[in-house]
């Protein structure tokens, strides 16, 4: 089974709004990393957060790591037509791989 | 700086047949993991290479091979192909961390993928 599941499996928002989505996990992991894909291509890096940081932010973006809970969540304010896509979280167990889960569908309405 | 790059874009196959896909790494990255992503999924690991050896494989089969070349270059080779095969073959490059060649790679950057279709 996968490493890391996403919650919910898709969202649908109006610009503008904000967009939450959740991430799972199993195992005690390194570094915890979100990407974001559209229409089937190549997967674009987010945001890297390790297992001593709980925070970062990176322009719209912000992640959480709670590693008690075993669970982060990625917040992207002010949403645009431009942030329609998938995202993927994937957790890094310091064993050269990443593991994804099966990824958030992100709609914005204009 | 050119990112991370594969060859080809598309390719279609037929059951039973051999494919190699090809990529090239991000500028001053010398560590490439190949990961299969079928539609609707998350991309799954492979293995990938560092100093031209294998060092970490993901659950597939003997099928599934692959080379680095000393300019860190990569190939990925699938022999007797299945229709289960067909998917979208990503590969990302990192850069070893570190002066210990044991020691994990951090951000893995993606190329924009091969899509194999197998008929």
């Known amino acids: 089974s996968q490493q890391g599941e996403e919650d919910p499996q898709a969202l649908s928002i109006q610009e503008g709004e904000n967009a939450t989505m959740n991430c799972s996990y199993k195992?005690?992991?390194?570094?915890l990393q979100w990407y974001r894909q559209n229409s089937g291509r190549g997967l674009v890096h987010l945001i890297l957060?390790?297992?001593?940081?709980r925070e970062k932010h990176s322009g719209r973006l912000r992640v959480t790591l709670d590693t008690s809970k075993k669970s982060s969540s990625l917040l992207i304010t002010a949403s645009r037509a431009a942030d329609t896509a998938s995202y993927f979280c994937?957790?890094?167990?310091?064993?050269?791989?990443?593991?994804f889960g099966a990824g958030t569908t992100v709609t914005v309405r204009a | 700086d050119a990112g991370v790059t594969q060859s080809p874009t598309h390719l279609i196959k037929t059951r039973g047949q051999q494919v190699t896909l090809r990529c090239s790494p991000k500028?001053?990255?010398?560590?490439v993991s190949w990961y299969q992503q079928a539609l609707g999924q998350g991309p799954q690991f492979i293995f990938q290479?560092?100093?031209?050896?294998?060092?970490q494989r993901g659950n597939f089969p003997d099928r599934f091979s692959g080379h680095q070349f000393p300019n860190y270059s990569s190939e990925l080779n699938v022999n007797a192909l299945l229709l289960g095969d067909s998917a979208l073959y990503l590969c990302?490059?990192?850069?070893?961390?570190?002066?210990?060649?044991?020691?994990?790679?951090?951000?893995?950057?993606f190329g924009p993928g091969t899509r194999l279709t197998v008929l």
């Open positions: 990302a490059s990192s850069a070893q961390t570190g002066t210990d060649k044991n020691s994990n790679t951090d951000t893995q950057y």
């Open positions: 195992t005690s992991i390194n570094n």
């Open positions: 957060i390790r297992s001593n940081e």
């Open positions: 994937a957790t890094d167990l310091n064993d050269y791989k990443l593991s």
């Open positions: 500028s001053g990255h010398d560590t």
């Open positions: 290479y560092y100093e031209e050896e294998e060092r």
